[in-house]
């Protein structure tokens, strides 16, 4: 199993999250799994990391969450985007493009 | 302390801490549950899939923890923790804890109970309807002898035609009457109102109704109702008061209700009548002329219109009257303002009680900053623990929120206990503001100032907990660097602690010098010529029915027979009758004098207060003739008319020339009756102390018979005994009429000190606790100066230097804060003095004298704090000093 997940940067972990959620409402556990199938396997979210955020998300408003019935009819906890969520998920992707990109130039210059 | 506990609880409770904790729980567990089936899935065994999603989630706990710090309530269990570790610290060193929760106790009570005044006098709204929209009219004179012009019956009417700024303009004005009908014959004070007054006002009848129109038409049946106070004091409280008929100027009245308990404003009246039942007000003269001023005027502003509006509204009607009465008015200067009710209902209280809850504060400064003092202090010896804490992980600002709790902590419960020390001063406070306003019963220890106690230990903990935790977290660092051991605070807060002990000189030195102002300001007023020799003259009110004494010679004939009985009791040296008599709080009539030969109609005429007085009145209040002679007996009725004149009137219309034998005459009553001047008096203060004497004027009783008025009787001795004699007489001339007010002129004139020496008694007590609190801390400082240098004080004795040598090196320190603080203080005190300043008299507030006086027994003072522990320095055995570290 990968590990290069482990310096995953705070900010890139709450935009993961808030990718994930911009597909539909989801529990903690599928939004994990679900990052690290698209992913396939590169990114591995540590849950030690993965609940302070979704909670530090939710505070900040980003994100709410519902209790619901999980796809194995277990009570389960579903976060969804908030409409604060959304804008913060285009401009934060918007700037990681432009951090990738230029991190790209950086690293094509010899 | 538990009840403190129980709160964090419910604080914690309040964020649903519990709640939360469950769905934290039940989410990771659903979380191990999913990836347990996910590993199972992937052909683990039961077993080793559980272990593997706990392994993945990294720790159920850890986990945990990190979710709750990120969600936030963590600082609040912080707090919590804070909070518990607080009060076992403060519970281990109980003599500190107590000294400081006293000290703030005392601080923040006696700021409660001076902001109850100052909430319940100056801030709350008055108890009427839409109580901003109400204001007072005022007519000034340029010259006017007293504060304010009243208003005549026609003036009124044209305001009322004339203005449209007005929703309502009501007439007042208060006079004396006999109630006949109770327990027995009662003088009564009552407001004469036109039937608008109450709904003017705002104010609905606790029990019947207020004035109708009807009851103010001309020859209505005359009604009354009654004040709440007079109610409550004289009738008990009986609800079947309403719809009695009670005997009032010889006729029946109906009494048809009573108020609510409405400020007593503006005077203390025990009922209320409208004006067609007042004989004096219904009398065709008085609703006729322009000139017989006798009524004040109470207005509600109209919906949306502005006092300025308001203000612009009367000036065009003042205008308009000058031009078409011009005889009527004074010329020149004469004008209509509107002022707001609070304004005026609470203008003489205002200075007073802001300088005082000024002091209040400035003494809660000084405890704050002895409190923080004391704080260094304490710190310096728990260096070790705080060092301690330090090392074990806690961070700076942790330890800083730790140190700051323990002080706010401690400024509640100084708080919670100043709450009692603040209900223990009210009711001698109350006595005291109803001094100065009638508002007294709007004073309580109510929400607002609660909230204003919680704020004040709030604010007082952070003030005196922020410097010593400051310095203390700063000084942790360089503690630990130097290997442990160091007092965390020690180095720089020496230099902290001097200037904490300097600012509260400074701060005491301002208060000193108010206290020494205020003090030497009544000792001006004690000392003051009064121009009258108060001791042994007793003063009987008694004003004649208006009913039963009509004529001239009824009165005349009252005023002879009481004259010659009380004459003839044991002890009188001296007998008379006069209209009013100084200081006795109700004034005097006042009037245009003019001068005979001199006078031209339209001119300002020089105003006097006037008096009706028998002869001998002069001698039975001891004022000095300074020219011709006094009133006599020969002056009786049907013999030429004569006056006395007061020094300053006298000087005023006749300059250097002689006014014996000139002519005069008082008031405007046409054709003018000339009186001609037999002598000239010297000034008395007739109104307070603190006012300058005013013109006066002296008629003879018999000349001129007032229906109201007093006896005077100077005796022999203390006179208080007489008033039982007098009592029989009344009662054996006339059975029906009362007396009203007895005192004796020396209590009248102690009385009328009495709201300023309150104030100066109030004021000197901040200011000692102000300077006990100080000299501890000075003390204080000292001592922990000494402590500190016992190493250093044993080398440089055992080098050789001599004790004086020592402590004149100890004593420095103390001393050098004193000086700045002096300094500071003399400063600072000007500024002070600026709010002092209307309530001296015959002192300036920058008087060098005082600041003098205070700065040597500050400096005194601070020397001895300063001497007791420096003593102990130069006590020092060198051998053991140079042990001891």
Not at chain 1, 68 to 95: H, V
Not at chain 2, 715 to 727: F, G, K, Q, Y
């Amino acid at each position: 199993m990968a590990t290069e997940s482990e310096d995953l940067l705070q900010g890139t972990l709450d935009l993961l999250i808030l990718r994930t959620l911009a597909l539909g409402p989801q529990h903690g556990w599928g939004i994990a799994q679900r990052i690290q199938q698209v992913s396939r396997d590169v990114l591995s979210v540590t849950q030690g990391s993965l609940y302070p955020a979704l909670y530090r998300l939710e505070e900040q408003g980003a994100i709410v969450a519902d209790w619901g019935m999980s796809e194995n009819n277990r009570r389960a906890k579903f976060y969804r985007l908030t409409r604060a969520g959304k804008r913060q998920l285009e401009r934060e992707t918007e700037s990681w493009h432009r951090f990738a990109a230029a991190v790209g130039r950086v690293l094509r210059t010899e | 302390m538990s009840t403190l506990r129980r709160g964090i609880a419910a604080v914690k409770g309040l964020f649903a801490r519990r709640r939360l904790e469950a769905e934290l729980d039940e989410e990771l567990r659903f979380h191990l549950a999913m990836e347990a089936a996910e590993q199972l899935r992937q052909g683990a065994s039961r077993e080793e899939a559980e272990r593997r999603a706990m392994l993945k989630l990294g720790g159920l706990e850890a986990t945990k923890e990190a979710a709750r710090s990120a969600r936030g309530y963590r600082r609040l269990e912080a707090l919590g923790q804070d909070v518990r570790f607080a009060l076992r610290i403060l519970r281990r060193s109980p003599g500190y804890s107590g000294a400081v929760v006293l000290a703030l106790a005392l601080g923040i009570g006696a700021n409660t109970a001076m902001f109850s005044l100052v909430r319940g006098v100056l801030l709350r709204e008055l108890p009427y309807r839409q109580p901003d929209r109400l204001v007072v009219l005022h007519q000034h004179d340029r010259q006017a002898v007293t504060a304010e012009q009243l208003f005549s019956v026609p003036d009124l009417e044209d305001l009322r035609r004339r203005t449209r700024a007005f929703s309502g303009l009501a007439e007042y004005h208060s006079m004396w009457f006999n109630l006949l009908g109770g327990a027995q014959p009662e003088r009564v004070q009552t407001g004469v109102v036109s039937a608008n007054f109450w709904n003017v006002l705002g104010t609905r009848a606790l029990l019947g109704r207020t004035f109708s129109p009807e009851d103010d038409r001309p020859g209505a049946q005359p009604v009354l109702v009654f004040s709440y106070a007079y109610w409550r004091r004289s009738w008990g409280g009986d609800p079947a008061v309403v719809g009695k008929t009670l005997q009032m100027n010889d006729h029946p009245h109906r009494v048809i209700g009573v108020l609510p308990p409405v400020p007593q404003y503006p005077d203390e009246n025990d009922l209320w009548m409208p004006t067609s039942a007042c004989p004096f007000r219904s009398d065709p003269h008085m609703i006729a002329s322009r000139q017989m001023r006798g009524f004040s005027v109470f207005g509600r502003l109209g919906p949306g219109v502005t006092l300025a509006r308001a203000r612009q509204d009367l000036a065009a009607a003042n205008r308009a009257l000058l031009a078409e009465y011009p005889g009527d008015y004074p010329t020149g200067g004469y004008r209509i303002d509107a002022t707001p009710l609070l304004a005026e209902l609470t203008a003489r209280a205002r200075p007073t009680l802001w300088l005082l809850f000024a002091t209040v504060l400035l003494v809660l400064l000084i405890v704050c900053a002895n409190v923080a003092n004391l704080q260094l202090a304490r710190l310096a010896s728990r260096g070790d623990e705080v060092a301690l804490r330090a090392a074990l992980g806690a961070g700076r600002g942790r330890l800083l929120r730790q140190l700051l709790t323990e002080s706010v902590i401690l400024a509640l419960l100084g708080a919670a206990l100043g709450i009692g020390v603040a209900a223990a001063l009210l009711e001698a406070l109350i006595a005291f503001a109803s001094r100065f306003t009638a508002r007294t019963g709007d004073i309580a220890l109510d929400g607002w100032v609660l909230a204003f106690t919680l704020a004040a230990g709030i604010a007082t903990g952070l003030l005196s907990g922020s410097l010593p935790a400051v310095m203390a977290s700063r000084g942790i660092a360089a503690g630990i660097r130097a290997g442990g051991g160091g007092s965390p605070g020690q180095a720089g807060s020496v230099r902290l602690r001097a200037v904490l002990a300097g600012g509260q000189v400074a701060v005491s030195f301002l208060l000193l010098v108010s206290a020494g102002l205020t003090l030497r300001s009544i000792w001006n007023l004690q000392a003051v010529d009064a121009g009258f020799n108060p001791d042994n003259v007793l003063a009987l009110t008694i004003d004649l029915d208006w009913a039963h004494y009509k004529t001239p010679g009824e009165r005349r004939a009252f005023h002879r027979i009481l004259l010659d009985r009380a004459r003839s009791l044991p002890g009188v040296v001296v007998a008379a009758y006069s209209s009013s008599y100084p200081l006795d709080g109700l004034g005097r009539g006042i009037g245009g004098v003019r001068v005979e030969g001199r006078y031209t109609p339209g001119a300002d005429l020089p105003q006097a207060g006037f008096r009706m007085a028998s002869a001998d009145v002069l001698k039975a209040l001891g004022i000095r003739i300074e020219r011709g002679r006094g009133l006599e007996s020969a002056d009786r009725e049907g013999a030429p008319h004569v006056a006395v004149l007061g020094h300053a009137l006298a000087e005023q219309l006749f300059g250097p020339e002689d006014p014996i034998g000139r002519r005069v005459a008082v008031g405007s009553g046409q054709p003018p009756v000339w009186r001609t001047v037999v002598g000239v008096i010297a000034d008395v203060r007739d109104l307070a102390l603190d006012q300058d004497p005013g013109n006066a004027v002296w008629l003879p009783l018999d000349q001129e018979p007032a229906i109201a008025g007093s006896l005077l009787l100077r005796s022999r001795r203390e006179p208080a005994h007489l008033t039982a004699a007098v009592r029989a007489i009344v009662r054996d001339i006339d059975p029906r009429q009362p007396v009203g007010r007895v005192q004796t002129l020396a209590t009248a004139r102690a009385a009328s000190l009495a709201a300023p020496r309150l104030t100066t008694l109030l004021l000197s007590a901040f200011a000692a606790l102000a300077l006990a609190v100080t000299v501890i801390g000075l003390g204080g400082v000292v001592a922990f100066g000494v402590a500190r240098r016992t190493r250093e004080i044993g080398i440089r004795m055992a080098l050789g230097a001599g004790r004086g040598a020592i402590l004149a090196a100890v004593l420095r320190e103390g001393l050098a804060a004193v000086g700045i603080g002096v300094v500071v203080g003399a400063a600072g005190a000007q500024l002070l003095a600026r709010l002092l300043a209307r309530l001296l008299f015959g002192v300036p507030p920058t008087d060098p004298i005082t600041y003098g006086v205070v700065a040597l027994l500050l400096v005194a003072v601070a020397a001895l704090a300063c001497l007791l522990p420096a003593r102990r320095a130069t006590d020092l055995q060198p051998s053991l000093a140079l042990r001891a570290l």
